[in-house]
């Protein structure tokens, strides 16, 4: 589910334009904001990347080019102390807006790569 700041109602522009080495890529974008779900969960004004164009890094890994994937925007997950920008994490706003009842989050990996691939999304 591609994102479309023209269809939200709650989006808030930010002319902040951005670029970062992200994985074996290149990323450019923009800041915007708007309400973001996570399992059921909206969190307001979170500030995330619209990625409006990416190439892919040279690389001799092959598994990494057997598969190239579609990014079309980032939503950081680490610390606020070291994020891009100074963006406000995810999870930090999760927890300023009372939406968890406590500063602990965790991931399950299953042990097959098919499972990190659902819907166009790389988990």
Known sequence: NQY??????????????FH???TDYNIEGFLSSDI?????LNIQNQTF?????????PTVNERIIRYIPVIDGILGLGYSDISVDRVTPVFDNMIAQGLVSSPIFSFYLNRYISSLLTNNTYL
């Not at 479309?4 to 334009?17: M, P, V, W």
């Open 36 to 40: 973001v779900n996570v399992a059921g």
């Open 4 to 17: 479309d700041s023209t269809k939200s109602s709650t989006y808030i522009a930010n002319s902040t334009l």
């Open 20 to 22: 970062m080495k992200y």
């Open 49 to 57: 990347v619209e990625v409006s164009n990416y190439n892919q890094l």
